[in-house]
């Protein structure tokens, strides 16, 4: 989002965006370490500070493995819908298959919240929906609160 100075240039503004990261397939560590490095590479928009690595049981139906879990924030000047789809490209990445909801994957990146904003579309619900259903994010978004400044 940018807006126009007085002096006629634009004036672009940052926002806080706290995205989770889960892996529960193959190199769990590796899977999180290159998701932070991608996040990290992105135009426009630095790592601030990442939370405590913890392992959690698997939402959902399907049998599967424990998950690594974290949390990263990041100050960028990317939309939510560019955002997106870098997510999407990062997962890509490290071999994420999609298919069962909830099922087992390599990476999972999810935008939980993006500064103040609220969005409800096919693509991207702000915050997220299950942000009050998972108490991991809960923990994680305590641990970086203190970070936005």
Do not use: C
């Not at 100075?5 to 590796?30: C, F, K, Q």
């Not at 994957?105 to 693509?123: M, S, W």
């Amino acid at each position: 989002m940018s807006r126009w100075s007085s002096t006629g240039h634009p004036v672009t503004w940052r926002e806080w965006v706290y995205v989770a990261l889960g892996s529960n397939l193959g190199d769990r560590e590796a899977h999180l370490a290159a998701a932070r490095h991608a996040l990290a590479g992105l135009p426009r928009t630095e790592v601030a500070a990442a939370s405590t690595i913890e392992e959690t049981a698997p939402l959902g139906p399907p049998k599967q493995g424990s998950y690594l879990n974290q949390m990263v924030l990041l100050h960028t000047e990317l939309e939510p819908a560019r955002l997106l789809t870098e997510l999407l490209r990062i997962e890509d990445t490290r071999g994420r298959k999609r298919g069962t909801r909830w099922g087992p994957r390599t990476l999972d990146l999810d935008i939980v919240r993006y500064g103040t904003r609220e969005q409800a579309d096919a693509d991207l619900q702000l915050p997220h929906p299950e942000l009050g259903h998972r108490p991991f994010w809960q923990r994680e978004l305590a641990e970086l609160e203190p970070h936005v400044r």
